[in-house]
């Protein structure tokens, strides 16, 4: 199961997700599209800095209050094990507080959950996201900023929206997601102090500075990732493997900018981030042999650079746009196993309403991710299992051992991988029915196809939103999630080692019951 969850975090180059408000929705491929999405033309996110000025005093509060029912449909899997198909309540509560150039902002999430097994995490909840408790209280954007004339500054936790594809964000790394709830993963606010310069009404210079690293929650221990595997029997145990912490000090830190221009054809920005892998390098040591066992294994994060770009604009009726991100890592060259790989992941996309009166909404985007140098002969290059002529050799055992985590871990696993994704939204009857249904395929490219063929993966979420009353959902849907492999001749489905096959235990059908409320009090 370990290995199962954390093949989670590949699905982040297509699946990133929102929290509770809409306009926090930045990167969630199956969250809501909001209720005023469908003739938006919004072209992913759109940035919503401007130049402030003094405003009277304003109170707003605000709630959404969800009830989720998940039931599960594989037959195999026919339980609510998991954060995925636990039925749950959730609210939302938030106060914002606008006094002139100052700004307040305190919103809190309250869950009320069925018992996930007793799941324990040892002491380490931001970790692994285990739990067992019934109710859970966490806190979401809590900040203050001040606006003065061409400024902006926060300080506080806050939750970030870089880029300007539509959820799927290659340049939006500030924010650890939380991978417990599964492909839609919450950004979780980080601690942070931002500052914004308008020296003119088309550019924005921005800087932020994350004082230490905080990390993401996962459902699983990565070591069993390790210790669950083949590996185990050359010496990877429990003792043998271990967590290396970052630093609780400013070494830590991630610093970051982005400079951003707007005019009337377009609108571009380039950014930069000085980031930690969110995956872990496993640091590798070998016994004296003479038969070269693992020794030890240090899990440690390592540093990234992120170069990221982007670009939107409209032609016709059309919203268009393009992001990308390189991730620079610290790896050597074509033969240096120790240290993930460098890789590029872009975004391209369009949207346009059509229909009677522009009510209805398409969305469609083409997502994929490059590897430079990345190379497909693992099933070739070893002798599986090694033969005792490779065990004593230390430079073989050590590279077969690198191979044989490092780009798992990072879920490395293909050269190249190239999808589409697609959102089409009705809205019918003044809102009172709105259908929608969003896909993604994904298939991979230059991979080790030596035992087992991939033949891609599907993601597949429908639903129904029913509005009989203003700010009063009931949501039918469903979560389906497939990969299939060609094996021994035999075409099936791959829920072990797919980055979106994996879900196909949580696969379910739901039925939600939200309402949103705010009220606001000017003076």
């Not at 759109?46 to 402030?52: A, F, N, P, V, W």
């Not at 145990?237 to 982005?258: H, M, N, Q, R």
């Not at 074509?334 to 391209?348: I, N, P, V």
């Not at 969305?363 to 490059?370: E, R």
Request: proline share 5%; charged share 25%; net charge negative.
């Amino acid at each position: 199961m370990a290995r199962k969850y954390l093949t989670l975090l590949a699905t982040l180059g297509f699946a990133l997700s929102a929290m509770a408000f809409a306009e926090e929705n930045s990167a969630d491929l199956f969250a809501d599209a909001g209720e005023a999405d469908t003739g938006s033309m919004q072209s992913g996110n759109q940035e919503t800095e401007i130049l402030e000025i003094a405003r009277p005093f304003t109170l707003k509060l605000s709630g959404s209050h969800e009830l989720a029912y998940h039931a599960p449909v594989m037959e195999s899997d026919f339980n609510y094990d998991g954060e995925i198909k636990t039925p749950e309540l959730r609210k939302d509560l938030g106060i914002e507080l606008q006094d002139g150039n100052v700004k307040l902002v305190s919103n809190w999430e309250l869950d009320l959950l069925q018992n996930q097994n007793d799941q324990v995490d040892e002491g380490n909840n931001d970790q692994y996201g285990t739990w067992n408790s019934l109710a859970r209280v966490r806190p979401l954007e809590n900040y203050i900023s001040w606006s003065p004339e061409g400024f902006r500054l926060s300080a506080g936790y806050q939750i970030f929206a870089w880029g300007v594809a539509d959820r799927r964000n290659p340049t939006d790394n500030l924010n650890p997601r939380d991978y417990t709830v599964g492909v839609n993963a919450d950004k979780i606010p980080v601690l942070a102090l931002d500052a914004v310069w308008y020296p003119t009404d088309a550019i924005s210079l921005e800087a932020i500075y994350i004082p230490y690293e905080q990390a993401d929650r996962w459902p699983e221990d990565f070591k069993e990732a390790i210790t669950g595997s083949s590996l185990s029997a050359l010496g990877a145990t429990d003792s043998s493997v271990s967590y290396e912490s970052l630093d609780f000090s400013p070494k830590s830190a991630i610093p970051g900018a982005k400079i951003s221009y707007r005019s009337s054809v377009a609108d571009f920005s380039i950014s930069y981030l000085y980031d930690y892998d969110q995956y872990y390098t496993p640091v590798i040591s070998v016994t004296a042999g003479p038969i070269y066992k693992i020794e030890s294994i240090s899990l440690e994060r390592k540093r990234i650079h992120r170069f990221g770009a982007d670009a939107k604009t409209t032609m016709g009726s059309f919203g268009l746009w393009f992001e990308g991100a390189y991730s620079l890592t610290g790896n050597s060259g074509s033969d240096d196993w120790s240290t993930r790989r460098s890789k590029f992941d872009y975004t391209a996309g369009l949207d346009t309403n059509f229909g009677p009166n522009d009510s209805y909404y398409v969305n469609f985007q083409l997502i994929g991710s490059w590897i430079p140098g990345y190379n497909s002969d693992y099933g070739d290059d070893y002798s599986l299992p090694p033969t005792m002529a490779n065990l004593i050799d230390r430079d073989y055992m050590l590279e077969f051992y690198q191979r044989s985590t490092v780009d798992g871990l990072g879920f490395d696993n293909q050269g190249y991988l190239q999808g589409a994704s697609i959102n089409l939204k009705f809205d019918l009857l003044d809102s009172l029915v709105v259908p929608q249904v969003t896909a993604v395929y994904m298939i991979p490219f230059k991979y080790d196809d030596s035992t087992t063929k991939r033949l891609g993966s599907l993601a597949l979420n429908p639903e129904f939103d029913f509005m009989p009353v203003d700010s009063f959902h009931i949501k039918i849907g469903a979560d389906l999630y497939y990969a299939w492999i060609k094996e021994d001749g035999d075409v099936k489905l791959d829920d072990e080692k797919d980055m979106i096959g994996i879900f196909t235990p949580s696969n379910n059908v739901y039925v939600k019951v939200a309402y949103k409320w705010n009220y606001d009090l000017k003076k």
